[in-house]
C-alpha cells in the first residue's frame, strides 16, 4: 500500500495595496488613504497582499492591534524592510499593517485588512 498526501496551496485574488489610484505603498497626503482604500476591498483567506515600494523609502510590517493603534514596531509578527512584497492572508479575521520607516505610520500609512473565510 503506498500512501501519497500532496498539499496544494492555491491563490486567492491578488490586491496591488493601494491600488494604482494611490501608486503603491507610499506615504498618501491624504492620511485616511489607506483606510479608505481597504474598506471597499473584500479579502478572502488565500488572497496576496502586494506591497509595491522601494528599498529605504517604505517598509511593511504586519502587528496586533494595539502595535497598530500605537504604530508600535517593536514586536511585529511580520516585518519585511525590502520592497516589493507580498502577504498571503491565510487565515480570516483582522489583519494589522503598517510602515515602519519614519513617521510613516502616524501620517496615515497603515491599514486593516479583514478577511473572510
Known amino acids: 500500500v503506498v500512501y501519497m498526501q500532496f498539499h496544494v496551496t492555491v491563490a486567492g485574488k491578488v490586491y496591488l495595496v493601494g491600488g494604482p489610484e494611490l501608486g503603491g505603498w507610499k506615504l498618501q497626503s491624504d492620511p485616511r488613504a489607506y483606510a479608505l482604500w481597504s474598506a471597499r476591498q473584500q479579502f478572502k483567506t488565500t488572497d496576496v497582499l502586494w506591497f509595491n515600494f522601494t528599498t529605504g523609502e517604505d517598509s ?3 502587528v496586533k492591534e494595539e502595535a497598530y493603534h500605537a504604530c508600535d514596531i517593536k ?3 511580520r516585518l519585511e524592510p525590502g520592497g516589493p512584497d507580498r502577504f498571503t492572508l491565510l ?3 483582522s489583519h494589522f499593517f503598517i510602515c ?3 513617521d510613516h505610520c502616524q501620517r496615515g500609512q497603515k491599514f486593516v485588512a479583514n ?3
Do not use: H, S
Open 75 to 77: 514586536d511585529p509578527i
Open 115 to 117: 478577511v473572510t473565510p
Open 100 to 102: 515602519t520607516k519614519f
Open 91 to 93: 487565515t480570516p479575521g
Open 60 to 62: 511593511v510590517a504586519e
